[in-house]
């Protein structure tokens, strides 16, 4: 039985599909990277999964479960968004955002905190004066206090440097592999994120345009780049 399966979704913004005809299964315990372009869909992936977007067809469901769309129901069941945007309060003290966090499924704040130890010491100070990964690591916090049973992260690695990346990122990896969490990573850093998912789906205006093993995608780099750029790309793109 999957954690999180999306069946023949088709999803988007009025009359507009963002997403079509999508099938995507994601087991506990395994990390799923989610690639493509901007505009490719992926964010409306995340936010029909969880519920902020109704899809216009197909089906979402959790442990066999049709999911309702409703986000505060399915946080209570344990499927939580981290958006791109964080969701974090910055007149706030970090102390007191994951005080906020923790008001429905409290979880030991200890625990969390070891989880992250850059941000142990900093939980009084107010987030607007955090960096960027200190931030983004708050966001984290916030997740794994809700009790993730499927954890769905947008962009982890927007606005940031390369080495907060390279410490976020393998944190996603130890939580799969001892809280047992499925995790769906969507990420620009396409190397650093094959580099801790067990699979890969590239997106291409809303449809699956590749997918396989991370470790077969990370190591045929052209068929990566050609299906971000549907088949038209140029020599010199990276990914």
Not at 7 to 26: M, Q
Not at 93 to 120: F, G, K, M, Y
């Amino acid at each position: 039985m999957s954690a999180l399966e999306l069946k023949g979704v088709t999803a988007g913004y009025g009359h507009a599909a963002a997403v079509r005809d999508l099938d995507l299964a994601v087991s506990a315990g395994e990390v799923v990277a989610l690639l493509g372009p901007n505009g490719a869909g992926k964010t409306t992936v995340l936010r029909t999964a969880v519920g902020l977007l109704a899809p216009s067809a197909g089906e979402v469901r959790a442990f066999g479960r049709p999911l309702p769309r409703k986000v505060e129901k399915n946080s209570r069941e344990g499927v939580i968004l981290v958006p791109d945007s964080r969701a974090i309060f910055h007149q706030l003290t970090v102390r007191e955002n994951l005080s906020l966090a923790r008001r429905h499924r409290a979880r030991d704040l200890d625990a969390v905190l070891d989880r992250l130890p850059r941000l142990a010491p900093l939980v009084e100070r107010r987030v607007g004066l955090l960096s960027g990964g200190e931030q983004q690591m708050l966001a984290l916090a916030k997740a794994l206090l809700a009790r993730p049973r499927v954890l769905l992260v947008d962009e982890l690695s927007l606005g940031l440097a390369p080495l907060a990346v390279q410490e976020l990122l393998p944190i996603v990896r130890t939580l799969a592999d001892e809280s047992w969490v499925a995790v769906v990573l969507v990420e620009q850093h396409v190397d650093l994120a094959l580099s801790v998912a067990d699979r890969a789906v590239v997106l291409h205006h809303g449809r699956v345009a590749l997918s396989g093993s991370a470790a077969d995608l990370r190591a045929d780099r052209e068929a990566v780049r050609q299906a971000y750029f549907g088949g038209h790309a140029p020599e010199d793109a990276l990914v």
